[in-house]
């Protein structure tokens, strides 16, 4: 009996020892155990609390599928696709772009764009410089990349260039006869030739040298003249004897006999069937239209002599490579024969209209051949140096972007941050750099690799922020069609 009453009581102490404990358990994960609690069921609550911190410190400007960023929505939910959208923020080059203090990026002088200074002055006419602001050079929308992703993209950076603008023309040309040295013989006088002394093209005759014998009757009757009132001057020497023979002679000359000819026949005293007619030009024969026996017609044009000694070259230019260069420019040239070789010339003469079918403007380059090493019809390389006096700036030519009628170039401004802006350019030069017209300062920061990928990113920012303005931006009415009828 007293064995059922230990363990009864055994049993009842153990039962109000468990109670007191759950009780005193719970009493205290009542009071310490909810944020833990929370925290080990679900980490999404922390997450939320975490996203109405931020949201209280940064703007949602709108939601947006993660696998399509045109895809945006105004309130949180799902992507077509069916994956949770993700939240964009007010981003702070936005915030930066709002500011009432506009920067000066350079000074330019009010008559002439491309005359650009650092500092506020004055220009070369005299008048003061105009500040070129930044908000006015903007060619998109400004951007902002993590630094990982700056260094994953390869992002290279180049500062502008402020110095002498070297750009060398190099293009070919050929080399020609040099018009102003080159005449033609032709006859006065029909006759017949007897003997042909230039008897082939590319002869070298000097001036006085004999070229053909002529029978005219023409001739022959103007011998005949001289020689009778050369004699009769031999009997009387007067004054109208004098005035006649030298009538006479002048006759002969204008048939292109020379002096020595007509004192061959005062010696002889006789009348010459064939008269000889000497060069008036020293030269090569270029070209050549009569052979020996062959009639000459009286005007015809029998050769063409041109003086080699001096040669010109026609180069071939651009169109806009016309404003760079002038008459008295030097030029270089080699030849395909003899590379080493460096002939010097000058620009003599620029042609004032453009080859209708090239589409480029011929310069002329007087060249001195006295050993005649330059032959007409050769191919030249020329090479003309335009950039010597002129000094500004300019950048690698791989930072432009080709943006339809735009050229676009990215400039880091620090921090991750990057604003395109509109270029203008001049020419190109040496070392694959190109002249900076307006757009740019000394000492700016241009992207020289990667800039494709900003671009990419800021036509894609400023489409969505175009889409959102469109959302944003209060609806037309529409037209009440029966009201404007009433009207009508």
Do not use: C
């Not at 949602?60 to 945006?72: C, D, H, K």
């Not at 029909?190 to 000097?206: P, Q, R, S």
């Amino acid at each position: 009996m007293e064995q059922k009453t230990n363990k009864k009581l055994i049993i009842l102490t153990v039962l109000i020892t468990f109670a007191i404990t759950a009780i005193a358990f719970f009493g205290v994960a009542k009071f310490m155990g909810i944020n833990s609690i929370q925290g080990l069921i679900t980490d999404g609550a922390g997450q939320d609390q975490t996203q109405k911190k931020d949201s209280k410190e940064k703007k949602i400007i709108y939601w947006q599928a993660p696998m399509n960023p045109t895809e945006i929505y105004d309130e949180p939910g799902k992507s077509k696709m069916g994956m949770d959208l993700v939240p964009v923020y007010e981003d702070a080059a936005e915030e930066d772009s709002k500011s009432s203090e506009r920067k000066i990026v350079y000074w330019k002088a009010p008559m002439n764009p491309t005359e650009i200074y650092d500092e506020p002055g004055q220009s070369k006419m005299g008048m003061d410089l105009v500040p070129v602001y930044e908000d006015e050079l903007v060619g998109g929308v400004d951007i902002r990349i993590d630094p990982v992703v700056e260094q994953n993209m390869g992002l290279k950076m180049e500062k502008v260039e402020k110095g002498p603008l070297h750009h060398t023309i190099t293009t070919y040309g050929h080399v020609t006869i040099d018009e102003t040295r080159t005449g033609i013989v032709s006859q006065k006088t029909g006759g017949w030739i007897e003997k042909l002394y230039a008897d082939y093209t590319g002869f070298f005759v000097n001036k006085g040298d004999p070229l053909y014998e002529i029978y005219s009757p023409s001739l022959l009757a103007s011998q005949e003249e001289y020689l009778s009132t050369f004699k009769n001057y031999q009997k009387s020497k007067t004054r109208l004897n004098k005035e006649i023979l030298v009538s006479a002679r002048k006759r002969l000359g204008y048939f292109d006999i020379a002096d020595k000819e007509i004192s061959a026949i005062e010696k002889s005293g006789k009348v010459k069937k064939a008269l000889t007619v000497r060069s008036p030009f020293t030269g090569f024969i270029t070209k050549k239209n009569i052979i020996e026996g062959e009639f000459a017609k009286p005007g015809a044009s029998l050769f063409t002599i041109s003086d080699l000694s001096r040669v010109w070259v026609e180069a071939h230019i651009f169109e806009y490579e016309q404003n760079l260069v002038s008459v008295g420019q030097e030029v270089e040239m080699t030849l395909s024969y003899t590379p080493q070789k460096i002939y010097k010339g000058k620009i003599s003469y620029i042609f004032p209209y453009l080859q209708q079918k090239t589409r480029d403007i011929i310069i002329r380059i007087d060249f001195e051949n006295k050993n005649d090493e330059l032959k007409p019809d050769m191919y030249a390389r020329i090479k003309i140096n335009t950039g010597i006096k002129k000094e500004g700036i300019s950048i690698p030519s791989e930072a432009v972007i080709f943006s339809g009628e735009k050229k676009i170039v990215f400039v880091a401004r620090g921090k991750g941050k990057y604003t395109p802006r509109e270029i203008q350019t001049g020419i190109y030069l040496e070392g694959d750099r190109v002249e900076i017209l307006s757009g740019l300062a000394f000492d700016d920061q241009v992207v020289i690799s990667g800039q494709f990928l900003l671009d990419s990113e800021s036509k894609l920012k400023e489409a969505i922020q175009k889409m959102l303005e469109a959302k944003s931006a209060p609806k037309v009415p529409e037209k009440d069609d029966d009201f404007f009828n009433d009207m009508n």
